[in-house]
């Protein structure tokens, strides 16, 4: 059994932080449970351009509002605490935080840790991750 608490993670090499972003991976690849679950917080009025090639993400919006913008066909879709969106189609979108939402994330294939979004919004293979 494998037992962690956001507190410990957060304190950790778990916490990756970003401009627009931090998030707190509290199961990965290393794991063996097959996907990733993270934490994320979403900064008050960001956006983010996300275009996950190779993997699949589902994410849930525990608290704060914003949206989410799919690129292929400018659809936009509001976040706020209880949305569920399911990136199932690798779509390219950007993500905007009105204000600071905490998001609860799974991966598929799972994340090593160390990702973050190179310029076209992908998070790389782990054969190309840096360690």
Not at 27 to 35: Q, V
Not at 72 to 85: C, E, F, M, N, R
Request: charged share 25%.
């Amino acid at each position: 059994m494998i037992v962690r608490t956001l507190a410990d993670c957060e304190q950790s090499e778990r916490k990756i932080v970003t401009q627009t972003w931090d998030s707190t991976r509290m199961l990965l690849k290393d794991d063996n449970m097959g996907f990733s679950f993270h934490i994320t917080t979403i900064y008050a009025d960001s956006e983010t351009h996300i275009h996950y090639q190779n993997h699949l993400e589902s994410v849930y919006c525990i608290s704060g509002e914003g949206e989410i913008e799919t690129l292929a066909d400018g659809k936009v879709y509001p976040i706020s605490p209880g949305t569920l969106y399911i990136l199932d189609r690798h779509d390219e979108h950007l993500l905007r935080g009105f204000s600071e939402m905490k998001m609860a994330c799974v991966f598929n294939p799972p994340l090593n840790g160390k990702e973050v979004h190179n310029e076209d919004g992908v998070y790389p293979l782990e054969a190309e991750a840096i360690a």
